[in-house]
């Protein structure tokens, strides 16, 4: 008799969650945790007091108790991460990758990446942005024109080199 291949565990999706827990942790559903096995690179579960990590961040088992792991580069975590119903960090980064967008920051694993236009090419914010500078594609519209004229720049968009990163902020740099 041939043996198939065995498949490798996956969490349950949220839907499937409270299922899952009332079948592993029938005492104590909101007890159940899937999370990744950093020791062995697979998913595990497990039965354990419910627990939050901070902000930026998620919890794996090492080898069998938490353990708070950073998000990876492409997700973020705004909020305390729940072990009971989540496996990831919960929001994806955006991507700055329409039209005149560039990369500004992205250097948190709390918070989303910020964009702008590239003023070098032309391009300017389609409405006015929280931010003269930069834009959060998750709070606000982020969308880019190009000018027609790139001389008009200068008159109708802030020019960024006058400006520095100063505690997550950008702030005008001042002239010695």
Known sequence: MKWGKSYDFVCPTKTQW?????E????????????LNITY???DEDCQSPDFAGLGGK?????KNFNFAKCRAERYQPIPF???GTTDCIFQKSSCSEEGQVVCKNMS???DVSCRCDHT???????NTTNPCYCIQSKEDCSCFKLDNISEVGKQNIDISKWEVNNRKFVKTRRK
Request: glycine share 2%; hydrophobic share 25%.
């Open 18 to 22: 409270n299922l899952r827990a009332k």
């Open 41 to 43: 690179k697979k998913y």
């Open 59 to 63: 919890f794996v088992f090492q080898p």
């Open 82 to 84: 729940e072990t009971n």
């Open 109 to 111: 694993v709390d918070e």
């Open 24 to 35: 592993k942790c029938p005492e104590c559903k909101s007890c159940y945790a899937c999370l």
């Open 121 to 127: 090419k032309g391009y300017k914010f389609v409405s």
